[in-house]
């Protein structure tokens, strides 16, 4: 299949792409999502096709509007509703009781799906078009590190499905917040682009994320996808910390490999590394962490240093990603 390309003024050919089944992959304020239509089973059985994704980790449903929300979720309770009031369209998504005419494919035969409405005008518009809610995962190969560009989404997916709306990079470059609204407190099940600490003030009890690798038993079966292999690139990846970077080992280490580094710091020694970025603040790391990992794959790293960062706001998010990337 030749994947199409689309401009942001194209997309009511996009959408119609949608509406008869196909996949089409196009940018949201966090990362880029492969699209079908989400009351389709068969369309939604391609995006695990296209991916590789195992078919027990459940797809996020996108809305243009908080008001579709009924055509997917069976039950709103009250609190879920004053966060999709404050929060949308935004990274947040709400796991809600499910719907009985979403296909079983969408939430992996679980009682429950996961749906937001995305804050980027191009996303907001192919959904409004395609006339029907959008299941999307991140438009990457399964395991691979999200697409944070049309070039990556490209890169993975390329003949594998009906289109690509080409935008520009996104803007925050890691995942919604998925929030459990079924369990009382509701549940941080992945960290994102929404801080536990903005959702505080309208749900203080909130139960924050236990970080990886000291995942329960019982979060690996709510939220399925936690257990799979994710955001890999091909080079192995490390998390140091300032102190590491000092050490002398560390540079010899270093430069007998082909290695590069992100982070917040400089690391003195940039002859030792093929590549090194240095970002302003988390904020900027989060957003160029994915595509610094494809960067380093194509100039065929052997490691990639990433400096640790503080664990608050947009760090509990960054450093979920950075040890996920770093497990093999
Ligand atoms: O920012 C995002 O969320 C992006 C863009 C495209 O919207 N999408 C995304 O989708 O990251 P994906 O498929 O890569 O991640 C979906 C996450 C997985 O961790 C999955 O387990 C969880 O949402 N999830 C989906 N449905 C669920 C459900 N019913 N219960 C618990 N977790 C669910
Ligand atoms: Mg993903």
């Known amino acids: 299949m030749k994947t199409q390309r689309f401009t942001g003024y194209e997309l009511e050919k996009a959408a119609q792409l949608l509406r008869i089944g196909e996949l089409v992959a196009f940018p949201t304020e966090t990362v880029y999502g492969l699209g079908a239509n989400a009351m389709d089973s068969a369309a939604v059985d391609k995006i695990f096709v296209a991916k590789g994704r195992p078919a027990d980790n459940p797809l996020i ?7 579709d929300v009924s055509k997917v979720a069976r039950e709103v309770p009250i609190l879920a509703r004053e966060l999709m009031q404050r929060f949308w369209p935004g990274p947040l998504t709400l796991v809600l009781p499910k719907q009985k005419d979403v296909p079983n494919q969408v939430t992996a035969g679980l009682d429950t799906v996961a749906v937001r409405v995305p804050n980027h005008f191009v996303a907001l518009e192919l959904i409004r078009f395609a006339g029907v809610p959008i299941a999307a995962p991140s438009a990457n190969r399964s395991g691979r590190p999200s697409a944070t560009t049309w070039q990556a989404v490209a890169e993975d997916l390329e003949d594998r499905i009906a289109g690509i709306v080409c935008g520009p990079p996104t ?21 994102g682009g929404l801080s536990i600490e903005e959702m505080h003030s309208l749900v203080p009890g909130i139960q924050p994320y236990f970080a990886h690798p000291e995942l329960s038993r ?6 399925p996808g936690l257990k799979h292999r994710h955001y890999q690139p091909r080079a192995s990846v490390m998390v ?25 710091k400089h690391p003195g020694n940039s002859q030792a590394f093929q590549a090194v970025l240095v970002c302003k603040n988390a904020e ?19 490691v990639v240093y990433c400096e640790c960062v503080p664990e608050v706001g947009i760090g509990v998010a960054l450093m979920d990603r950075l040890r996920r990337a770093s497990h093999s």
């Open 61 to 67: 449903v996108h809305l243009a509007c908080s008001t």
């Open 171 to 191: 803007c925050l470059g890691l995942e919604s917040t998925v929030v459990d609204m079924t369990s009382t407190p509701p549940r941080v099940l992945r960290p």
């Open 218 to 223: 019982e979060s690996l079966v709510n939220s």
């Open 240 to 264: 140091i910390d300032a102190d590491t970077l000092k050490q002398s080992d560390f540079v010899l280490k270093s430069k007998s490999r082909r290695s590069h580094y992100i982070g917040l």
């Open 284 to 302: 900027e790391y989060a957003s160029r962490v994915f595509d610094f990992f494809r960067q380093a794959d194509l100039l065929k790293a052997d």
